[in-house]
């Protein structure tokens, strides 16, 4: 029989330790991450305004308020950021995705070839895709901005995507309601 008594870990610390600990922002690159995230809330909510974003049902609700939700944990979170989450921004190529289901979800009919109107959802899809190519247009900063810049984008692409499902579900919500009544 074997007796196994707990042995206390010591830690001395050395020069080295420092090397690891995360690098976070700035506190002047953070103030800027929450304007940056403030604003985009801000111009989220205009959007929505003067797109005559269709009246809301609870799933919508729950698309349109997925980029506040996002914005507000950016917010949150932004003190918390560490240079080296710089690398994980979406790398998908979000253009060809869009470009090709705008191409499919554009032709899609209500049974029976029905005529609907299709002005609201191509005015959210073209805002979405400006807001798309805006997001990756390149800003050629110094590097201690690049980081806003980043934000910037992120914030924008979320507003795009977003915007894109608005549009593909109102679309579906009215072929849905056409193909119904038929």
């Not at 206390?8 to 690891?20: G, L, Q, R, V």
């Not at 604003?39 to 980029?67: R, S």
């Not at 191509?122 to 805006?134: D, G, I, N």
Request: aromatic content about 8%; charged content about 15%; proline content about 5%.
């Amino acid at each position: 029989m074997a007796f196994v008594f707990p042995v206390e870990e010591i830690n001395i610390p050395n020069d080295s330790d420092h090397e690891h600990e995360p690098k976070r922002y700035p506190p002047e690159v953070v103030d800027d991450i929450r304007c940056i995230y403030v604003g985009a809330a801000i111009i989220w909510i205009i959007l929505l305004v003067v797109l005559k974003v269709p009246k809301p049902d609870l799933l919508l609700l729950i698309f349109l308020t997925i980029p506040l939700i996002l914005y507000l944990i950016g917010y949150h979170n932004a003190q918390y950021l560490e240079t080296s989450c710089d690398g994980n921004i979406l790398r998908t190529n979000v253009i060809t995705i869009m470009i090709v289901s705008a191409a499919i979800i554009s032709q899609w009919t209500p049974a029976g070839k029905k005529v609907i109107n299709k002005t609201g959802f191509y005015k959210l899809l073209t805002a979405s895709f400006v807001l798309l190519l805006l997001s990756v247009t390149d800003v050629w900063i110094i590097q201690k901005d690049m980081p806003t810049v980043r934000h910037v984008k992120v914030a924008i692409q979320t507003a795009s995507i977003v915007l894109l499902i608005v549009a593909v579900y109102s679309l579906y919500k009215k072929i849905a309601a056409t193909d119904s009544l038929g």
